[in-house]
């Protein structure tokens, strides 16, 4: 089992809006950033969150983050169907000294 | 920013292998770097990570004492020495500069 919980599937029609959560404990995503991660089939995972709720240049603004306590959320609106994709949250581990990254979602546009 | 993996392939239970991700565009010599691994069909897991000076590194528990980060700031690389290897360690192995930027991989085989 992951350190942090993500469901292992969503889904949305186009257009729609999405969320995928993230769960975790006061070490990690309590006291620390989260990061999302945002992986196709066979590719490597690419940036789209950091810092909880930032996103890097030339993520549309349609990703958006959020944290509260040991929780964190990834919504994305206006579903596209290239949004279809594995999704990963991550967080640093204060009890395990280490990086730790939830199970990851994969998410289906209907 | 470009990150290439290179030293992955087959090796046999038991065996060792040393992986390179050369870095280029962005200043290596500032920049923390992590290796990230993902056994087919499952999820990421984060394996080391080493400071931009290289004076701290960190692993997963399951990598102790066999796994070792180092990096080369002067030819803008980091190594990851993996030793006993074992079938749980077969994935694809990333670099990654401060889990921003992601090298496209290699894959580590541990079969017999």
């Known amino acids: 089992q992951s350190v942090l919980t993500q469901p292992p599937s969503a889904s949305g029609t186009p257009g729609q809006r999405v969320t995928i959560s993230c769960s975790g404990s006061s070490s990690n995503i309590g006291s620390n950033n989260v990061y999302w991660y945002l992986q196709l089939p066979g590719t490597a995972p690419k940036l789209l969150i950091y810092?909880?709720?930032q996103r890097p240049s030339g993520v549309p603004d349609r990703f958006s983050g959020s944290k509260s306590g040991t929780s964190a959320s990834l919504a994305i609106s206006g579903l596209r169907s290239e949004d279809e994709a594995d999704y990963y949250c991550?967080?640093?581990?204060?009890?395990?000294?280490?990086?730790?990254f939830g199970g990851g979602t994969k998410l289906t546009v209907l | 920013v470009q990150l290439v993996e290179s030293g992955g392939g087959v090796v046999q239970p038991g065996g060792s292998l040393r992986l390179s991700c050369a870095a280029s565009?962005?200043?290596?010599?500032?920049?923390?770097m992590h290796w990230v691994r993902q056994a087919p069909g499952k999820g990421l897991q984060w394996v080391a990570f080493v400071r931009s000076d290289g004076s701290n590194k960190y692993y997963v528990d399951s990598v102790k004492g066999r796994f070792t980060i180092s990096r080369d700031n002067s030819k803008n690389t980091v190594f990851l020495q993996m030793n006993s290897l074992s079938v749980e360690d077969t994935a694809v192995y990333y670099c990654?500069?401060?889990?921003?930027?992601w090298g496209q991989g290699t894959l580590v085989t541990v079969s017999s």
């Open positions: 991550a967080a640093w581990d204060d009890s395990l000294s280490g990086w730790v």
């Open positions: 990654a500069q401060d889990l921003w930027n």
């Open positions: 810092r909880n709720n």
């Open positions: 565009g962005f200043t290596f010599s500032t920049s923390g």
